[in-house]
């Protein structure tokens, strides 16, 4: 699986700068997630971005072994 976070927020003409300070984590966990180099995501992280970008998590995940 793979977070596609980066190209939602290209989609809605948001920074990364500006997902940063709405999530309010460290910029490490951020930075690990938002690259896709983490193994693991909290609940309430995901629930969080969803809020903020104003989609479902089913728009956040892509299975990239899949992808066409």
């Keep these: ?15 990364k700068y500006w997902l940063y300070i ?3 984590l460290s910029y490490q966990n951020f930075n690990n997630i938002i690259t896709n180099k983490t ?3 909290k609940f309430s992280n995901l629930k ?4 903020i970008l104003e989609c479902t998590p089913n ?8 992808k066409k």
């Design 1 to 15: 699986m793979k977070l596609r976070i980066l190209e939602i927020l290209k989609e809605k003409g948001k920074t």
């Design 22 to 24: 709405q999530l309010g």
């Design 39 to 41: 193994q693991s995501i």
């Design 48 to 51: 969080a971005i969803c809020d």
């Design 59 to 66: 728009d956040i995940f892509e299975d990239y072994y899949n």
